[in-house]
T-cell receptor
């Protein structure tokens, strides 16, 4: 059974304190690994898609990396506006675009 | 690009009534649309997958007769919650995939908060 596990469940950082969020996946024939950001009361906002081990993508203070077993979302010098829940999801080769989601990491950045 | 809208954003209804939620892809043609339900502080739970002109595929445990999905065009899907009850109160989110992106990235709408009194 396909499974996506995120850690930690919650993370509190001080502004400027860099850290990483983890997403471990057990998916046969990974087609894509996705990162989304979700603010309270809103739909998830697309951040990155990673397709193969070794791939990296960056956007402002965020950088996503992928290995054969896990993905990391690195946050460099975070600001309070980076506070949100970050969701990881995986699509499997034969399931089309159907996603298996992790439970998310709730990030709080204090000023 | 890849903007998805939902309407309404909030709806309050009485128990026993039906509620329709619209999901539109504004600037692209959607290969597939998905409907999710999200409980407080929980991740997204897939309810059904729909392709234009086809019957929706429902996830195990989701009542087809309660949650009616119509995918009328490549840019519009609707979810109708029939005979709503308080336990149907939730945050409903749709998403759509575009033929243009590899691995069919899902783009999400802003969500609809349903409260059944």
């Amino acid at each position: 059974e396909d499974q996506v596990t995120q850690s930690p469940e919650a993370l509190r950082l001080q502004e400027g304190e860099s850290s990483s969020l983890n997403c471990s996946y057990t998916v046969s024939g990974l087609r894509g690994l996705f990162w989304y950001r979700q603010d309270p009361g809103k739909g998830p906002e697309f951040l990155f898609t990673l397709y193969s081990a070794g791939e990296e993508k960056e956007k402002e203070r965020l950088k996503a990396t992928l290995t054969k077993k896990e993905s990391f979302l690195h946050i460099t010098a975070p600001k309070p506006e980076d506070s949100a829940t970050y969701l990881c999801a995986a699509s499997q080769g034969t399931s089309g675009s159907r996603l298996t989601f992790g439970e998310g990491t709730q990030l709080t950045v204090n000023p | 690009g890849a903007v998805v809208s939902q309407h309404p954003s909030r709806v309050i209804c009485k128990s026993g009534t039906s509620v329709k939620i619209e999901c539109r892809s504004l600037d692209f043609q959607a290969t597939t649309m998905f409907w999710y339900r999200q409980f407080p502080k929980k991740s997204l739970m897939l309810m059904a997958t729909s392709n234009e002109g086809s019957k929706a595929t429902y996830e195990q445990g989701v009542e087809k007769d309660k949650f009616l999905i119509n995918h009328a065009s490549l840019t519009l899907s609707t979810l109708t919650v029939t005979s709503a009850h308080p336990e149907d109160s939730s945050f409903y989110i749709c998403s759509a995939t575009s033929r243009k992106t590899r691995a069919d990235t899902q783009y999400f709408g802003p969500g609809t908060r349903l409260t059944v009194l």
